[in-house]
């Protein structure tokens, strides 16, 4: 799911979305709250109408980023009560209040709120977050009164791997349409997220979605499907696009770079997407040396086609039999 935070994929269309084969995209509770309101959103239609985007849509509830605010911010039993980075304002952010603000912005699936322990943090604190997700999670079913909106839970527990087995479990008991891996990419070592979704995700319902939050590379996602994922969100294809970065057949090339300068061929010959087959590396290297806006948008477009691409070949492997075969080297080697 390519991340549009506040009802935008950052440089790029809806219908250019469309084009790269996005089927689903994310936005965030938090940064829509703050600006420009859920009761606008709602008067404009919903988040869809408001942002153009007639594709499903899931909203992040806005805990992985109410906790980041560190300082900023107070947890209890009740809630977080954190100041706005804008304007310095205090809000009270009860789970209920998380559920109301997200049947307002109107996506398909919303997610439960949830406090994110960070990385690292000592299983005291670890306990204290998981069981409070849980307490909340319960809330935030009875708060939630839309019935086409789906709600999912998130698994916490940080890096113990009991306390992510207790909480799935717990989860898996409230029959939800969904579940989602939580507390991951918070700064632990990429074996130490490969381990804990190994380990997660079986104990989940097969027969439901199940949801990696914020990851998205090459490696993590051929890793985590292999354990069971469905559906990862992560900003990297925009956000390198923004650095002048282009990913390509499991490889990132920084177009900047002076042997791109004369190169007149695309970044992959066999890549669909418009940029592809319409410009050149040199033209690319050139935008991004004058600082043209347009190579952002251009980047963005291949680097998002390039990942729906890779996840898709994932899916027609499974289905034919051949994902170990195809995509083994991704599980074994874990050197990039």
């Known amino acids: 799911m390519p991340v549009g935070t506040l009802a935008n994929v950052k440089t790029v269309t809806p219908d250019q979305l469309k084009s790269c084969q996005a089927e ?24 869809h109408q408001f942002m153009g985007w007639d594709g499903p849509m899931l909203t992040d509830s806005g805990g992985f980023q109410v906790f980041s605010l560190s300082e900023m911010r107070k947890v209890t039993d009740e809630g977080a009560t954190f100041r706005s980075p804008r304007d310095g304002r205090i809000i009270e952010m009860p789970p209920e209040r998380s559920i109301e ?23 005291e604190a670890v306990v204290a977050a998981t069981d409070r997700t849980y307490r909340w999670l319960k809330r935030c079913i009875q708060a939630h009164d839309r019935t086409d909106q789906a709600l999912f839970g998130i698994v916490q527990g940080g890096t113990y791997l009991d306390l992510r087995a207790e909480a799935a479990k717990d989860l898996a008991d409230l029959d939800l349409l969904g579940y989602a891996i939580g507390g991951v990419s918070v700064g632990e070592p990429p074996a130490l997220i490969e381990k804990i979704v190994q380990a997660t995700t079986p104990l989940l319902p097969y027969d439901k979605p199940r949801y990696l939050m914020g990851v998205g590379t090459y490696r993590e996602m051929a890793q985590a499907i292999a354990a069971g994922i469905d559906l990862f969100d992560c900003v990297i294809p925009t956000r390198l696009a923004r650095h002048g970065a282009a990913l390509t057949q499991g490889d990132r090339w920084n177009l900047k770079n002076s042997r791109f300068r004369r190169d007149l061929t695309p970044i992959d010959a066999d890549c669909p997407c418009y940029t592809c087959q319409t410009f050149t ?31 898709t070949t994932i899916r027609e492997a499974i289905l034919n039999d051949r994902f170990v075969e195809l995509f083994g080297h991704w599980l074994s080697d874990a050197s990039g």
């Open 101 to 123: 603000i997200q049947n307002q912005l109107g996506a398909d699936v919303i997610m439960a709120f949830d406090e994110c322990p960070p990385y690292p943090a000592t299983r």
């Open 24 to 47: 689903m995209v994310l936005a965030n509770t938090y940064h829509l709250h703050l600006q420009p309101g859920e009761d606008l959103v709602a008067e404009a239609g919903g988040v």
């Open 281 to 311: 590396r040199a033209y690319l290297c050139h935008l991004l040396h004058a600082k043209e806006l347009l190579v952002y948008t251009l980047l963005s477009i291949h680097n998002i086609t390039e990942l729906i691409r890779f996840t």
